[in-house]
C-alpha cells in the first residue's frame, strides 16, 4: 500500500511537471522544446517581469497586463529595452497568425498585425496554469513551458450566434461571453435582434419596433409550443448606447458584431407594431415559437421604407462587413393570397413567390451593397435562386452551402446536426435539458464537422468558415446559457481554427475534459461536462 501510494505521488507530481500544453484551439504547429530528452526550463512569470515592443502592439500589450494582474498580482513593467516578454512586428506573419517562442530567458511574440498579438496572448494565457483565469489572487508556479509555436488560423469567421429576441441577455452577459470567445480565438458574435418573440434593438426613426415589438403578449409555455402562458413582458432591447458599447468592448476583443435584422420571415414583433406592414387585415399576431405564417408583405413599398430606415441606422452602429438579414422559415401562405403581393410578382417577372423572396433580398443586397455592405441570410434564401451579391449561412445541413460555394458565393457552415448548440448534449441527468426528446448533438458530434467536406477544391475558398448557433427558446438563465454553449464552443472554436489534419477527437477530448473546463470554470462561466462518446 505504502508503496502504490509512493509511486502514485511520483507519477503526479511528474505528470505535473511535464503536463503537456493544452491549447484550444490548437495550433498550426507547436514544438516542446527538449534538453537530454526532458522539456527544457520554462519561462517563470514573477513579479519585476517586463514587457515591452512594437507600437503597434501597444493595445495588446495593454490586455494582457490587465488579464494577467487579477489572479497573479503580477503587474508586468513596460520597458523599451529588452524585455522578458518581446512583442515584435513582422510583416511576414500571415493574417491573425504569429510566432511565439518561449525560452527559459524570455517570451517572444511576433505578428504583422495586433489581432496575431492577440492571439499570441491567449495561446500564452492557455500554457499557463488555468489559475491564471481567476479574478482574485492566487498562489501558483506561473510557469510557461519551453516551446515554438507557428499559428494561423484556417479560417477568417468563427462565429457563435447568440439569440437574445427568445430569451434576452443583458450586456453583462454578453461580455461575459465575449470574453470567453476571445480567450478562444473565436471572432465573430452574431447577434439575432430580431424575431417573432422580440425587436430587441432600438430604432430612433421607427420607436414602436421597441416601444411594442420589444414587449411580448404571452410565452409559449416549456413542455407545449403551441399553448401560452398568458404572461406579457415588459419591453426588453438594447439602447443604441449599448449596441455601440458590446460593439466596442467586442472589437477591443478582434470579435466582429455581425447583427441580424429578420426578414420576410420572423417578422411578428414589428407586425405587433405597424400592422400595416402585414399581408393580412387579420394577422394572428400569437407569438408561438417554430414559423409563423405572418410575414412582411412584400408588395407594400411601405415594408421596405421600414426596412431600409432599419438599416440606415444598423449601419451606423456596426462597422462589420456584412449585415444578416435572416431570410429563413417564410412561408409564402400570406403571398400567394395578397394581391399586393401578386401584383408585385407580376411587375418582377417573378415564376413564383420564392423567386419574389430572392428579388426582396437582392433588394436590400443592393442597398447594402451602395452603404459598402455585404448581405448574408440563411440558406433559404437560395429556393427562389441565388441571390446576387449574397453571402449564405448554411443551416439545414450544408447542401445549400454547397451550392452557393460552386456558384462563387461565400458561405458560413453552421449545419444544425453538428451547429446547434441549443440542442441535447448527452450529458447524463442534465439539469438544463427540459425538452422530452430534443435532438441530440453532443460535442464529439460537433467535432466531426469539416465545413469543406464535399466541395472541389476550387469552391474551398469560398468557405468563410462556421458558427454555433445558440438559440434561446429554452435558455433561462446566464448559468443555462453558459452550460449549453460550454465546452461545445471549444469545439467550433477548434474546427474554424485548427488544420484538418490536425484534429483529433481523442487529442481534443483530453485538453477539453480537463484544462479547458478548468479555464472556463476559473473564468466565472459554467461550462457543462464531456460526455462519453456512443
Ligand atoms: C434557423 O434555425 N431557422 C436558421
Ligand atoms: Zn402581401
Redesign the pocket.
Known amino acids: 500500500m505504502k508503496n502504490f501510494l509512493v509511486s502514485a505521488f511520483l507519477a503526479l507530481t511528474v505528470s505535473a511537471a511535464m503536463a503537456a500544453p493544452s491549447i484550444i484551439p490548437w495550433p498550426k504547429t507547436l514544438t516542446e522544446t527538449m534538453e537530454a530528452g526532458k522539456p527544457a526550463k520554462p519561462f517563470v512569470l514573477k513579479w519585476g517581469c517586463t514587457v515591452g515592443g512594437d507600437a503597434a502592439f501597444a493595445g495588446e500589450i495593454k490586455s494582457f497586463r490587465e488579464a494577467l494582474f487579477p489572479a497573479t498580482g503580477i503587474w508586468l513593467k513596460v520597458t523599451e529595452a529588452t524585455p522578458d516578454i518581446r512583442f515584435v512586428r513582422d510583416t511576414a506573419q500571415p493574417k491573425e497568425g504569429y510566432a511565439l517562442t518561449v525560452t527559459e530567458k524570455g517570451v517572444e511574440i511576433r505578428a504583422s498585425e495586433p489581432a496575431g498579438a492577440f492571439y499570441a496572448v491567449q495561446t500564452l494565457r492557455q500554457l499557463l496554469p488555468p489559475d491564471v483565469y481567476r479574478s482574485a489572487p492566487v498562489r501558483a508556479a506561473w510557469e510557461i513551458p519551453a516551446v515554438t509555436i507557428a499559428d494561423a488560423p484556417r479560417y477568417a469567421w468563427r462565429g457563435i450566434m447568440f439569440d437574445p429576441a427568445r430569451g434576452f441577455i443583458p450586456v453583462p452577459e454578453l461580455k461575459r461571453q465575449i470574453d470567453a470567445m476571445a480567450a478562444h480565438k473565436l471572432n465573430v458574435l452574431h447577434w439575432h435582434l430580431t424575431d417573432d418573440q422580440g425587436w430587441r434593438i432600438e430604432i430612433k426613426r421607427y420607436p414602436r419596433l421597441t416601444a411594442v415589438g420589444a414587449t411580448r403578449p404571452c410565452t409559449p409555455r416549456p413542455f407545449a409550443r403551441t399553448q401560452m402562458d398568458g404572461e406579457p413582458q415588459p419591453p426588453l432591447f438594447y439602447t443604441q448606447d449599448e449596441i455601440r458599447e458590446v460593439v466596442a468592448y467586442a472589437a477591443a476583443r478582434h470579435v466582429t458584431v455581425v447583427p441580424e435584422i429578420e426578414m420576410p420571415g420572423h417578422a411578428l414583433a414589428v407586425i405587433r407594431a405597424y400592422p400595416e406592414l402585414a399581408c393580412s387585415d387579420q394577422p394572428d399576431l400569437t407569438p408561438r415559437w417554430g414559423v409563423n405564417k405572418e410575414i412582411f408583405c412584400a408588395g407594400n413599398p411601405k415594408t421596405y421604407e421600414l426596412l431600409e430606415g432599419v438599416l440606415d441606422e444598423v449601419v451606423e452602429l456596426f462597422p462589420s462587413s456584412y449585415i444578416h438579414v435572416g431570410g429563413?422559415?417564410a412561408p409564402k401562405t400570406r403571398w400567394n393570397a395578397c394581391p399586393k403581393c401578386k401584383a408585385k410578382m407580376a411587375e418582377l417577372g417573378c415564376k413564383d413567390m420564392h423567386q419574389l423572396q430572392t428579388r426582396f433580398t437582392e433588394h436590400f443586397a443592393r442597398y447594402l451593397a451602395a452603404k459598402g455592405r455585404n448581405l448574408i441570410g440563411?440558406d433559404e434564401i437560395l429556393e427562389g435562386g441565388l441571390p446576387k451579391g449574397a453571402a449564405i449561412m448554411s443551416?439545414r445541413g450544408t447542401k445549400g452551402g454547397i451550392i452557393a460555394a460552386k456558384a462563387g458565393h461565400k458561405v458560413v457552415m453552421t449545419p444544425?446536426p453538428f451547429c446547434y448548440v441549443d440542442y441535447r448534449q448527452q450529458v447524463p441527468n442534465d439539469p438544463y435539458e427540459y425538452i422530452p426528446n430534443n435532438t441530440p448533438n453532443p460535442i464529439w458530434k460537433t467535432y466531426e464537422l469539416d465545413p469543406d467536406a464535399g466541395l472541389p477544391e476550387e469552391a474551398k475558398p469560398f468557405i468563410l468558415g462556421l458558427q454555433g448557433?445558440l438559440?434561446a427558446e429554452y435558455i433561462r438563465s446566464g448559468e443555462d446559457m453558459d452550460w449549453k454553449l460550454w465546452p461545445r464552443a471549444c469545439a467550433i472554436a477548434e474546427i474554424g481554427w485548427t488544420p484538418q489534419a490536425a484534429r483529433d477527437w481523442e487529442h481534443f477530448r483530453a485538453r477539453v475534459s480537463g484544462p479547458g473546463l478548468e479555464r472556463l470554470c476559473r473564468m466565472g462561466l459554467r461550462p457543462a461536462p464531456v460526455p462519453e462518446k456512443k
Open positions: 429563413d422559415e440563411w443551416w444544425k448557433n438559440w
